[in-house]
C-alpha cells in the first residue's frame, strides 16, 4: 500500500445467497451475468469484482443509479456487510482479519459513518448524540462533552447542544450527525448518501458546508450518491457504478469529458461543463498549435492550466485572440475561440 492510500480495496465480491461461494465459482468459470446466476442460484450479485483506492484527504464519490451496488460497496469497508471474496485495507490494516473486538474497536477510532436517515437517539441531547462516539471510548464525561461542544461549533450549532432532535430541522439533524461522526476524530468518513432525503435547498447549503468543512478537517471521505450533479460538485474522484461494477473512475472533469459508454454518457449528458472541465482538457498542445500557425504572439492572454470553462468563456467574449494555457513556468497550450464553442457544443444533449 503506497504512503498516500488510506483505502484499498481489492477484487470485492458480494453475492446475496445460500451459496455464495458455488455462485461465485460459477461465474469465474462460466462467466455467468447476474441474471443468468440469480436463475441458477437464486443469488444477487451485489458487488462484482470491485478494486480501487483513496487517498488521504480525498473527497471520493461512488454513484450510481438504485440497485447498483454503491451502499452495498461501502458497508463491506467497516464490515457491516462481510465480503464474498476480495481484501480491504484501511491504514494498512487487513480489515478482515479482525477479530469481532478489534473490528469494534476499529470502527469507534478510525471510521466515522453518517446515514441517510440522521439516526440520532430520541431521548438524548443534541449534545449528547455528538458525544456518544466518545462515550463508547470511554472518555471522560467532562472531556468528551467539551469536545462535543467544539464540533457543534465548527457545524455551527453551537447553540443546540441542549435540544432534542425532534426540535431541529432536518437539515440541523443531519449536521448532527455528521457531527457524531466527526467527534471521535476518525481516520474516514463513510457518508451513504447522507443528503438525499432532504429539499434541494436545504441540501445544498449541506453540501456547501460539507466541502467548508472538508477543507478544515481534511478526512478521507467516501460519499454515495445517486446525483452525478452532487458528485461532481464534491468529488475530488467519482467512481460510477452499474449491476455491482465500476464502469468507470476518475476525475468529474474526465467523466464529463469522455465517458466510457452509452451508460456513462446519459449520466453526464445533462452536466454543466462550465464548472467541471479546465484549461487542460480544452487547449491544443503548444506543439500541434505551432504546427499548423507557426508561432504564438508575446501579448496573448495566459491562464493557468487549471482554469475553468466558464471564465475562458468570458475570457474570450469580447477578444478573440488565442489564449495561453501556462503550467507555472512555460506555455503548455493554446485555446482558441472554436476551442471553447466546441467544448460547450458537445456537451450539450443535443451533440
Known amino acids: 500500500m503506497l ?38 442460484f437464486n443469488a444477487v450479485v451485489g458487488v462484482a469484482d470491485v ?18 451496488g454503491k451502499s452495498t460497496l461501502v458497508r463491506h469497508f467497516n464490515r457491516l456487510l462481510e465480503p464474498t471474496a476480495g481484501k480491504i485495507e484501511i491504514e494498512g490494516t487487513d480489515v478482515m482479519a479482525l477479530s469481532p473486538r478489534d473490528l469494534q474497536r476499529f470502527r469507534n477510532q478510525k471510521i466515522g459513518m453518517v446515514f441517510q436517515n440522521f439516526a440520532l437517539m430520541p431521548h438524548r441531547s443534541v449534545l449528547d448524540n455528538v458525544a456518544m462516539p466518545l462515550e463508547i471510548r470511554q472518555v471522560a464525561k467532562n472531556e468528551r462533552m467539551r469536545q462535543a461542544a467544539a464540533i457543534l461549533d465548527i457545524v455551527e450549532l453551537g447553540a443546540w447542544g441542549a435540544k432534542f432532535a425532534h426540535e431541529l430541522s432536518g437539515g440541523m439533524q443531519q449536521r448532527v450527525g455528521l457531527a457524531r461522526a466527526l467527534a471521535a476524530n476518525p481516520d474516514v468518513l463513510l457518508m451513504d448518501e447522507p ?114 470553462l466558464s471564465n475562458l468563456i468570458t475570457m474570450a467574449i469580447d477578444d478573440e485572440t488565442p489564449i495561453l494555457v501556462h503550467d507555472g513556468q512555460t506555455e503548455v497550450g493554446v485555446i482558441t475561440r472554436a476551442d471553447l464553442l466546441r467544448t460547450v457544443i458537445e456537451g450539450t444533449e443535443v451533440s
Open 195 to 308: 443528503f438525499s432525503a432532504l429539499d434541494p435547498l436545504i441540501r445544498r447549503q449541506l453540501q456547501d458546508e460539507f466541502i467548508r468543512l472538508s477543507k478544515i478537517l481534511k478526512k478521507t471521505t467516501v460519499f454515495i450518491t445517486h446525483d452525478l450533479d452532487e458528485a461532481v460538485r464534491i468529488g475530488d474522484r467519482i467512481a460510477i457504478m452499474r449491476d455491482g461494477k465500476v464502469v468507470q473512475m476518475g476525475t468529474p472533469e474526465d467523466i464529463v469529458m469522455n465517458p466510457v459508454d452509452a451508460y456513462v454518457a446519459d449520466f453526464v449528458a445533462g452536466i454543466s461543463r462550465l464548472k467541471v472541465v479546465h484549461a487542460h482538457a480544452v487547449m491544443q498542445p503548444m506543439d500541434a498549435y505551432l504546427g499548423k500557425h507557426g508561432t504564438v504572439c508575446a501579448d496573448h492572454r495566459r491562464v493557468a492550466g487549471s482554469e475553468t
Open 51 to 68: 478494486s480501487l483506492t483513496v487517498k488521504r484527504g480525498e473527497i471520493f464519490c461512488i454513484m450510481g443509479l438504485s440497485g447498483s
Open 3 to 40: 504512503d498516500d492510500t488510506v483505502i484499498d480495496i481489492s477484487n470485492v465480491w458480494k453475492i446475496f445467497g445460500a451459496k455464495p461461494d458455488l455462485a461465485l465459482k460459477a461465474i469465474r468459470d462460466r462467466g455467468l451475468s447476474k441474471s443468468e446466476v440469480l436463475a441458477e
